[in-house]
């Protein structure tokens, strides 16, 4: 099972959005709802942000949302911040096999 | 709340065996709603989930990793440990616990992750 797809990098300004893409198959992201996202500062374990496609756990800024088009998920950072200079990763069910896959990662810049 | 941390050698041998323990605290393992995983992160790239384990000790693992991976739960000590065996110098990595929800295959909280070097 190959890793999802994810854009190795992305930025934006201050105050901007941002929308990072996770490519998969409808094996995977378009075949079921269980897209995570996690986000990951540097030296640090990764932290969730994204569950079920859409969800926030508590504590999570609403600034982050996540969504879904096809075999594509999304993760969108809206009034960037500095703080949420990272790495983020995201995550998808992928059958009863394979169970678990992560992304490559997109490291998110702030100018 | 429930915090998790990793355990183990920093130094493995090629052709040896990694051990890393997974200590919890501030709850227990011992909930049927949960598994119990393993992720890993080789330095400067993604991550890769090795398998998981549920109290009973029902285990799934990474299909790529499956012929060479071992987890094993101790309720009593609260903990969940994995055994890598006959490893490279391409098992050198950052090794997470965390907590898996596996309703819908996420993971949190993560420990702080331990870093295991495979040289000789």
């Known amino acids: 099972q190959s890793a999802l797809t994810q854009p190795p990098s992305a930025s934006g300004s201050p105050g901007q959005s941002v929308t990072i893409s996770c490519t998969g198959t409808s094996s995977d992201v378009g075949g079921y709802n269980y897209v995570s996202w996690y986000q990951q500062h540097p030296g640090k374990a990764p932290k969730l942000l994204i569950y079920d496609v859409t969800k926030r756990p508590s504590g999570v800024p609403d600034r982050f949302s996540g969504s879904r088009s096809g075999n594509t998920a999304s993760l969108t950072v809206s009034g960037l911040q500095a703080e949420d200079e990272a790495d983020y990763y995201c995550?998808?069910?992928?059958?009863?096999?394979?169970?678990?896959?992560f992304g490559g990662g997109t490291k998110l810049t702030v100018l | 709340q429930l915090q998790l941390q990793e355990s183990g050698p920093g130094l493995v041998k090629p052709s040896e065996t990694l051990s890393l323990t997974c200590t919890a605290s501030g709850g227990s393992i011992s909930s049927s709603s949960y598994y119990w995983g393993w992720i890993r992160q080789p330095p400067g790239k993604g991550l890769e989930w090795i398998g998981s384990i549920h109290y009973s000790g029902s285990t799934y693992y990474n299909p790529s990793l499956k012929s060479r991976v071992t987890i094993s739960v101790d309720t009593s000590r609260n903990q969940f440990s994995l055994k890598l065996s006959s490893v490279t110098v391409a098992d050198t990595a950052v090794y997470y616990c965390a907590r898996h929800i596996p309703s819908s295959d996420w993971f949190d909280p993560w420990g702080q992750g331990t870093l295991v070097t495979v040289s000789s």
């Open positions: 995550s998808s069910y992928a059958g009863s096999n394979n169970r678990v896959i």
